[in-house]
């Protein structure tokens, strides 16, 4: 019996649907040959759809993307600025509401300075290392309100919520990423000197499970002391945990040094695989440039390789990243910018050839 | 009548007190020949008189500080995991407390790149920019809190409080930075897709004073899309403006692309005047290479620069930025390192000659 694998297909606003095509295009190609078969369905989210029917994310839309058993997804978003949508926050709504609903407690974020790709560092070395980002706590709960607001005496708080569930769970999955990688070296990022009640959560959980990982050496920065790091030593990290919003500021951070967030991947898992976990460029819908053929579809193909690692299926994973890494060695040759699709189609072609 | 200015100096910890010498030499040479006295009390506060006397930071510390007319600080904090200091919190119990004590609600952090410094970036470009950090509320406020600490059941939060009192005073002093400088131009880096409450906050009264400075032009980063900008392109920014975490994170980023910590300097400003002024490296107290003359006085003295800035003296000022540009420029043309005193003595020397 074949593996049928049903692929919900997001592909969103601005660049999404542009590079969520050719994502698509190197899945079919990767798997051709093997004996699985992949059943999409697409679903019209985003800034696009709120205009239109003014919804964001139904229970409906919900229920029947958690029915799939990954999810693959552009990116999401209208033109900044953009008064139609001042009142619907796309981000909040259908990002957050996705990796939130559907308990995507590891977002993971890999960066690798793949060989002769430019980096703004002038001697970046050996940049490999994999963020992994707490998905569902911290202050992304969406628990922040305000008082007496337009008012001189108005008061806005955020709250940061941690628990001991929420992060030994993702402190587990750092620890078993670092076990399987050849340094094994986990850094705690976090401002414990400052968030001393959530920090101290973080690192006593921390120091408890490495001792179930002696061969996992650990470390701890500050996160401010990281970005210093991340920009004069990026070598030094191998696999880094921390919480939701540092996580978002360093994994920027993190594809700016490696190369643009041209080819920065993502996966937001659910590693208990109770929801169909999701996977995405770490970049935006970049409407300035949509629809003109303009946009790198790398990191949507290398989103569609940790999809397939995460569905099991590793050689066709291995060949997409393989296909990808080629690709990206021969561009520098190339003397003109090539299209999304002429992207796609090279990557497909070094996967069938 | 010539002004008599009272100085508190806390060396604190580590190379500390090194560097603070070196600041005090500078200061004195830089204002010899004007009609002002400085009167230094030095307090000898951080981990060493914590270790000592069980002390932080008592009322009668605060106090006595509180009757000066300006603060030079060095840095503090003891090496790092000491199971003595394990239960003192240095940088709340003291920093923290002496910049919320002290309203020290602006933290001015410059980044300019000196001519001959070496830059991580490849192609840094013109880095000449002001971070406007708030300092006295955001996720620093020490409002947060655990419950079932310890147990798998623990929920540890931290809660970051914004009022409209604290935005629009730190909003204003940035715009009015702007409108001083040539380019004129200020950056608003908040998270405010995310932190929808305090984002709005911040949006709305950036929104507001703008319209009182029609010379400004306004742009609003989120504070990820900004640490790529600040790798990729740093001659973007003018000023930022940002709330106190946001501040932190950048401003290490920034100093790490502009030459390094050990160039960076920061005043802790309370600009009604009701509270003396606090100026410090953004360095830490590197306990490692303490007492060994290896550390770099150039960010304690380029805080000096700041504080007599603040005091209304900026011929002075000009006087040390210009010989500590003049030295960076020499710098390159020295073989060997030299010695914490030997910074300060050059530096002394070019102001004196
Ligand atoms: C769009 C935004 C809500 C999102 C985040 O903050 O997580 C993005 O920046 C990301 O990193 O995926
Ligand atoms: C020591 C620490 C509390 C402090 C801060 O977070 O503000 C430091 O990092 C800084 O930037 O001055």
């Given at each position: ?12 606003d601005?660049?999404?649907?542009e ?22 369905t ?8 709120f ?12 229920a ?8 693959l ?14 009142n619907?926050?796309?981000e ?32 970046p070395?050996n ?15 969406g ?12 008061v806005?708080?955020?709250v ?9 769970r993702v ?6 990423q ?16 400052v968030?001393?009640?959530?920090g ?26 990281a ?9 030094r ?8 919003l540092?996580g ?10 490696s ?20 996977f995405?460029?770490v ?11 303009l946009a790198?579809p ?15 299926l590793?050689d ?23 299209s ?7 990557i ?6």
């Amino acid at each position: 019996m074949s593996p049928h694998i049903k692929l919900a297909v997001i592909p969103g606003d601005g660049i999404g649907p542009e590079v969520v095509a050719e994502a698509v295009k190197v899945l079919e190609a990767a798997t051709a040959a093997d004996d699985v078969t992949f059943d999409a369905t697409w679903f019209s989210l985003g800034a696009g759809r709120f205009l239109e029917t003014g919804d964001v994310l139904t229970d409906d839309d919900l229920a029947a993307i958690a029915g799939h058993d990954a999810i693959l997804l552009g990116a999401v978003g209208g033109v900044p600025g953009d008064p139609r949508l001042a009142n619907a926050n796309i981000e909040r709504g259908l990002l957050l509401k996705l990796r939130f609903s559907l308990d995507h407690y590891v977002n993971l974020r890999p960066s690798v300075l793949f060989p002769g790709v430019p980096s703004p560092l002038a001697s970046p070395g050996n940049v490999d290392f994999v963020v992994v980002r707490e998905g569902t706590e911290g202050p992304y709960v969406g628990n922040g309100g305000a008082i007496r607001q337009g008012t001189a005496n108005e008061v806005a708080n955020e709250v940061s919520v941690n628990t001991a569930f929420g992060v030994e769970r993702v402190v587990r999955y750092a620890f078993a990423q670092a076990q399987n990688r050849p340094r094994r070296h986990l850094t705690l990022v976090h401002k414990t000197n400052v968030l001393v009640f959530a920090g101290s959560l973080w690192q006593r959980i921390v120091i408890a499970v490495a001792a179930e990982y002696p061969d996992v050496s650990v470390d701890y920065l500050h996160v401010d002391a990281a970005t210093i790091f991340l920009v004069s030593n990026p070598s030094r990290f191998d696999v880094i945990v921390t919480d939701n919003l540092f996580g978002d500021i360093l994994t920027d951070l993190a594809a700016a040094i490696s190369g643009g967030i041209g080819l920065a991947a993502s996966g937001n898992i659910n590693p208990d695989g109770r929801f169909p976990s999701m996977f995405e460029p770490v970049h935006g819908s970049a409407p300035d440039i949509a629809g003109k053929q303009l946009a790198d579809p790398t990191a949507a193909i290398l989103s569609v390789a940790l999809l397939l690692e995460h569905l099991g299926l590793t050689d066709a994973a291995a060949r997409v990243t393989a296909a990808v890494t080629a690709d990206i060695v021969a561009r520098a040759a190339l003397g003109t910018p090539r299209s999304t699709s002429a992207v796609g189609d090279a990557i497909v072609t070094r996967l069938t050839d």
